[in-house]
């Protein structure tokens, strides 16, 4: 296999992220490896946003809501299980859940549910009605929560001790950090593989060119729904290790702004490309941890360098430095 | 088998005032090339659009293969086997020729939704896509960006698309349309011998083409279908040349 440059960038990315906190393990500095879980784990939201948004053309921005729904799988499943609270009792007793597969299931069958609704009345309409569709139904589910005094309202909910998994420590940081890191590689591995399958093929035709896909007899509709679920289930999935992360979820998870971040992320990578979410990620929590100690409005610093990259560097970082993407043949 | 491909029952459409297609009869037999032509505004882009499905006529039908498809959306006609060349290319053009020809060969195939397999190593679907890049001289430039192509070959390519599809007609809304004499001439050429796989309902602008090459030519003047006939026939026509021919000596 012919190494391009974007391809030696993206394995120095990922190596990276796996390096940094193996160092600050050994320096004993478990605040970084905080920031890598972190960095890791918005970056696995941006590559479930990047199916749609890259891929499909699907420019989301209600992917707060899988993310958020990912989370309060999370949350509740997890607040039963240490209040010993019956989830339901019928047709078996079941008082939540600790265990993250467990976790991860719902969050994943939830938020594939939720992508599945959502997409099928929203992808009936296109360009900027879309983003507003989204947008909308990203809302709802956030003023639901913040209603829901069931689960914490507005205040969220807190979890004492981190969901477990068989046979390793989660609340040791670098323990967590390997959970996070292997399922970004398994999502990045799959939305490689994703998109260069007969359908990653087709979903990105139809973004190019919907009438072609229509002539030869395949339907955009039913293309652009799939992707959107699987784009939505991943996300879902990157919410329910990040409400673990911080042990607390809260509907600020669901809020727009997450949505927005979300989409920084890709952007700031680039659209499209497969580790740009990854690039995206590392940066936004780079720029975060060394500009945010500086002032607290660093997001201005973001914003200055979000539309330098909009205007002169249409491939993110990725495209500024590996250059134009080449069609794969 | 039917013995007619393609036939549409009293086709009328208006948008407004304008009255695009009026009571438009016609029909596609195997092994022919049935030619539609017709001045600027004449509605034959109404009317490939009620063929193929992007339109719905307000009254009329089209069957295709024996059955009526009016109600049936552009993909589901596809899937029967119309394959159609647009007027204005419309391909995947971040894709490499091949890419297009491989989405062709999918669409042909059917069942898109595998998320594993690498498209591009797929042996059924890169043979039939290799096949109609050879067919209409397009191996040379398969693994170039279509963006990158030029005009005519973008042309060439939109047939080699509609090959993959292995459709039983074809619906070609100017195939020639910005090919130069030799690119016209070639194309020419091929579709005469196309014709014997899946007849083909030519809508075309070149004359030469049009009369080298149709079986039979129905020509469409403010919607309405004029005339119907062998080149021969239309030639002769006293109210075509009025309408048309004349139209395009004076011009």
């Avoid at chain 1, 696995?44 to 729904?69: D, R, T, Y």
């Avoid at chain 1, 940081?173 to 998109?195: E, N």
């Avoid at chain 2, 971040?94 to 042909?108: D, H, K, S, W």
């Avoid at chain 2, 040379?140 to 090959?163: F, I, K, M, P, W």
Wanted: negative net charge; contains cysteine.
């Amino acid at each position: 296999m012919m190494l391009t440059r974007e391809s030696l960038l993206n394995w120095a990315m990922i190596a990276a992220l796996l390096i940094v906190p193996l160092a600050a393990w050994s320096l004993d500095e478990p605040f970084i490896i905080t920031l890598a879980t972190k960095a890791a784990i918005l970056a696995l939201a941006g590559v479930g946003l990047n199916i749609a948004l890259g891929l499909g053309g699907l420019i989301s921005l209600g992917h707060a809501a899988f993310f958020g729904i990912g989370g309060y799988a999370m949350g509740i499943l997890a607040a039963h299980a240490q209040n010993y609270d019956p989830l339901f009792e019928w047709p078996f007793l079941f008082e939540g859940s600790n265990q993250m597969p467990l976790i991860w299931l719902v969050a994943v069958v939830f938020s594939a549910l939720a992508a599945l609704v959502i997409g099928a009345l929203s992808l009936r309409t296109s360009g900027v009605y879309f983003i507003m569709i989204t947008l909308a139904f990203g809302q709802m589910l956030y003023y639901f929560a913040i209603s829901w005094s069931a689960y914490g309202g507005e205040d969220g909910l807190s979890i004492w001790v981190r969901n477990e998994f068989p046979g390793l420590n989660t609340l040791d940081p670098i323990q967590f950090f390997t959970i996070a890191y292997v399922i970004l590689c398994l999502a990045l591995v799959f939305a490689s593989r994703l998109a260069r399958s007969p359908f990653g093929l087709a979903l990105a035709a139809a973004r190019q060119n919907e009438d072609r896909v229509q002539a030869v007899g395949l339907t955009p509709f039913t293309l652009r729904l799939t992707a959107f679920v699987i784009s939505g289930a991943i996300t879902g999935l990157a919410g329910a290790l990040f409400a673990d992360l911080n042990r607390f979820v809260s509907p600020t998870m669901l809020s727009w702004h997450t949505s927005g971040e979300i989409m920084i992320f890709v952007i700031l990578g680039g659209v499209g490309r497969l580790y740009g979410p990854v690039a995206g990620a590392a940066l936004y929590i780079l720029l975060e941890h060394l500009l945010g100690g500086i002032s607290d409005y660093w997001q201005i610093f973001l914003g200055v360098l979000l539309l330098l990259i909009v205007l002169f560097a249409r491939g993110g970082l990725i495209g500024a430095i590996a250059g134009r993407e080449k069609a794969h043949g | 088998m039917a013995d007619v491909v393609l036939k549409t029952k009293g086709l009328s459409k208006s948008f407004g005032a304008l009255q695009a297609s009026r009571d438009v009869s016609l029909d596609l037999r195997p092994g022919e090339i049935h030619a539609l032509i017709g001045p600027n505004g004449a509605g034959k882009s109404t009317l490939i659009k009620q063929i193929a499905g992007n339109l719905t006529p307000d009254s009329g039908t089209v069957e295709l293969l024996g059955r009526d498809v009016t109600a049936l959306d552009t993909v589901a006609r596809a899937r029967m086997g119309l394959g159609r060349t647009f007027q204005i290319s419309a391909l995947a053009m971040e894709y490499t020729v091949l890419q297009n020809a491989v989405l062709g060969a999918l669409g042909g195939r059917g069942r898109p939704f595998h998320f594993f397999r690498n498209v591009m190593k797929d042996a059924e679907l890169l043979e039939r896509a290799w096949d109609a890049l050879e067919r209409v001289g397009l191996t040379e430039d398969a693994n170039r960006r279509t963006a990158d192509l030029s005009h005519g070959q973008r042309r060439q390519l939109e047939v080699a698309v509609a090959l993959t599809l292995k459709p039983r007609l074809f619906l070609m809304d100017e195939p020639m349309a910005g090919l130069g004499t030799a690119g016209s001439k070639a194309l020419t050429g091929f579709l005469d011998g196309l014709r014997q796989e899946a007849p083909i309902l030519l809508v075309e602008h070149d004359m030469d083409a049009v009369f080298a090459l149709a079986d039979r030519i129905s020509v469409l003047v403010y919607g309405q279908i004029i005339a119907t006939g062998t080149a021969d026939d239309i030639r002769a026509n006293a109210e075509v040349r009025r309408a048309y021919l004349g139209e395009e000596d004076a011009a």
